[in-house]
């Protein structure tokens, strides 16, 4: 069935429009030509036409993106632009808003080092996630590029005056020609696989597009990728950017720059560690100050609060007290001299009674005493006779004949034995 719809030239316009600015294939596009009337703007945009031998279409670079170019456009240059497809639908004229542009004669190289970026992006290799943060202090170092290169000499030199505490090992490798992806590959796993190194700096000098293009591979990227060892990517001067910098832990602008951010200047650490030393040491002393001051202060209580204070205290209390009472005492014996002697007097001589009364009854006790003594009664010619156990014997009917006895006297003792027992009233 025929559409029978009529549009206006509005609807037809935005019809087109939303064909053309809803197709994905026109949103990143590489268009190939010469720059023809080219018309730049005083607001920065610019204008011109891209042509070939066959057709032409409008095109536009606004400012934001003008000011990245990195030459002068002119008319006749061939270029290859990148951008997307719009339509302007006033006029009804198709154009392209321009994003980027490069000389032509690289201009392929360029597209596949676009669609690789992009792919890559689109894969999270340029993720910011998956980069490891280089060793603040590195042991050793790997260098991944050319023995033969002057860049290599740089980064030597750099590193050997930075930081000669760690140790470089060169990983030689080809860094330009068609082998060159391959063995850079092998460089890094090499350097993965037997763990030589803390951080790697993979890179080379300055050279065309054509020569750095070994670190536009996509098998070198996902090489870096893969690298458990963090990688400094060195390629070129600072206007060159590959695809190796995307992906590398660290992008640094030449190799020289990559030596310097690799490792630490000594001379600042020095100067750091000095620094610290000073301030440790302040921080010492200031501390003891402030503990000596705390010491002194505890010494000074201390010493208000000792038990010895007290002590002193009431030693001087008690003597006053003492002084007062002998005082007080001098006073009423002065008062009452008189009373005193007599009632001492008094007293003295009720003493000497009571002294001269018990001298008496001792003198009595003692002669009593003395006439119950057995050695009294011995002295007037008695003996006793006991056994060597001490036992007294005062019958003779305990005794056997033959027992030995021992005899006391009042001057000494003698042993005996009994020969005859005569009991008192036998016959």
Not at 231 to 246: C, L, Q, R
Request: net charge positive; with cysteine.
């Amino acid at each position: 069935m025929v559409n029978s719809r009529i549009y206006t030239v509005t609807q037809l316009n935005q019809e087109i429009k939303n064909l053309l600015e809803s197709n994905p294939p026109f949103f990143n596009i590489f268009v190939q030509g010469e720059i023809s009337n080219y018309r730049p703007n005083p607001s920065g945009h610019i204008y011109m036409t891209i042509k070939d031998a066959g057709a032409a279409v409008n095109a536009v670079m606004f400012r934001s993106d003008a000011v990245r170019l990195k030459f002068r456009l002119q008319n006749g240059m061939k270029i290859v632009a990148r951008g997307r497809i719009g339509f302007f639908q006033k006029s009804g004229q198709v154009q392209v808003y321009l994003a980027d542009m490069m000389l032509d004669g690289a201009g392929m190289l360029h597209i596949q080092f676009e669609q690789l970026k992009e792919k890559l992006y689109q894969q999270g290799l340029f993720e910011q996630s998956h980069k490891q943060p280089l060793p603040m202090f590195p042991e050793n170092i790997a260098l991944i590029t050319s023995p033969n290169g002057a860049a290599v000499h740089d980064m030597l030199r750099i590193l050997a005056r930075r930081w000669p505490l760690a140790k470089v090992q060169i990983v030689p490798a080809l860094v330009q020609g068609k082998d060159a992806p391959a063995d850079l590959v092998r460089a890094l796993q090499l350097a993965n696989a037997y763990h030589t190194a803390d951080v790697i700096i993979i890179g080379r000098g300055g050279g065309s597009l054509e020569d750095l293009w070994a670190f536009n591979e996509e098998c070198v990227a996902r090489a870096i990728y893969a690298s458990h060892i963090p990688v400094v990517s060195a390629v070129g001067h600072e206007p060159d950017v590959t695809i190796s910098d995307f992906v590398a832990d660290l992008r640094a602008p030449t190799p020289s720059g990559a030596a310097e951010l690799a490792v630490p200047d000594c001379r600042e650490i020095k100067q750091q560690i000095d620094a610290l030393k000073d301030r440790l040491y302040a921080s010492i002393k200031q501390k003891c100050k402030q503990n000596i001051a705390m010491l002194n202060t505890l010494e000074q209580r201390l010493e208000f609060h000792t038990p010895m204070r007290l002590v002193n205290a009431r030693k001087e209390t008690v003597k006053g007290l003492t002084s007062r009472l002998l005082r007080v005492i001098n006073t009423l014996l002065q008062q009452k001299n008189i009373a005193s002697d007599y009632t001492l007097q008094q007293m003295i001589q009720t003493q000497k009674q009571r002294i001269l009364h018990e001298k008496s009854r001792f003198s009595q006790q003692v002669a009593a005493l003395d006439a119950l003594s057995p050695l009294k009664v011995l002295s007037r010619g008695y003996a006793v006779a006991g056994r060597a156990d001490g036992e007294i014997i005062t019958n003779a009917s305990s005794l056997s004949v033959g027992e030995e006895i021992n005899i006391r006297f009042a001057h000494g003792s003698a042993g005996c034995r009994v020969f005859t027992i005569k009991e008192i009233g036998g016959s």
